[in-house]
């Protein structure tokens, strides 16, 4: 009989790549994760690993075997969500994770919600970048999670995970009002080619959708600040430091000197879980609150 939480391992190796990014993510040590997948395979009858210099990949047999493993997963989560509904309901810890403008813009009122109607619940709230929301579900470090996307930048569909949309908003250029109007015979974003640009940090969703859509403009930006929270990035425009794509919740604090011009560019929010934990009661409850705090303008419909 072939072990869950060994099947567990297999599936992290395969998406994470080295033992070590497993163990770290698990709290295993490299031995032990080693050890664990060394018993799945005698367990299994077949090779389900081979070395590669250094590291380890799985065969083919591996592979098929995490299909399957996605498969148990998910009735495994199906089981818990339904047991958990005939016994307590919505009570318990539900873990959330949301990127700073979700954090700021929309997890108040959720937690409002939830406290009004689903008083035996704990909602705990981590603030994470989408990159690592998909780690996170699946190993347990989340129940709940916010991902997105942009038009240049789409995101990849993760293994072990179910998602939903939950809003869509239009992407401004913030630029200083002291500089010139934008021509209206020019698209806005090639008006400022030559400007400095300040973006998201590297390896973010949002610095890639910035270099994209400059890209796509006919230019590389010259970037001069790198600035996660749109809240900032805002004060550093209205300084005059440079320009800058901002979402629809990241606006809500502008300076009075910055200029917002709408642009043909939109990011999606989805909201993600494990598959299979649809039916959990802490995370129905949780995404029909999300629900009742978008704001209507940026709930698309179809």
Partial sequence: MLDVRRLRLLRELCYRGT???????????????????????????????????????????????????EVVLERLELAASELVDLRTGPTGPVRIGAFPTAVRS???????????????????????????????????????????????????????????????????????????????????????????????TSETLCHAMTIRACQAAGFTPRIRHQVDEFATVLLLVAAGQGVAMVPHLGIADAPPNVALTRLPIERRTVVAHRRGAAGHPAVEATVAALRTAVPPELVKEG
């Fill in 106 to 200: 929309l997890l108040p009122p959720v937690l409002t919600a939830l406290a009004e109607h689903h008083p035996g619940l704990e909602p705990l709230i981590s603030e994470i970048d989408p990159a690592g929301v998909a780690h996170a579900l699946r190993v347990g470090e989340l129940d709940v999670a916010l991902l997105h996307e942009y038009d240049f930048v789409p995101s990849p569909t993760e293994p072990g995970l179910s998602s939903e949309p939950l809003l869509t908003e239009p992407m401004y250029l913030a630029s200083p009002v002291t500089r010139d109007e934008v021509r209206s015979a020019q698209p806005v974003i090639t008006h400022w080619r030559d400007a400095s640009w300040i973006t998201a």
């Fill in 19 to 69: 033992i070590a990014a497993v163990a770290q993510a698990l709290s295993f040590t490299p031995s032990a994760v080693s050890q664990q997948l060394n018993i799945l395979e005698r367990e299994a009858g077949v090779p389900l690993l081979e070395r590669t210099g250094r590291g380890v990949t799985l065969t083919p047999a591996g592979h098929r075997l995490v299909v399957h493993a």
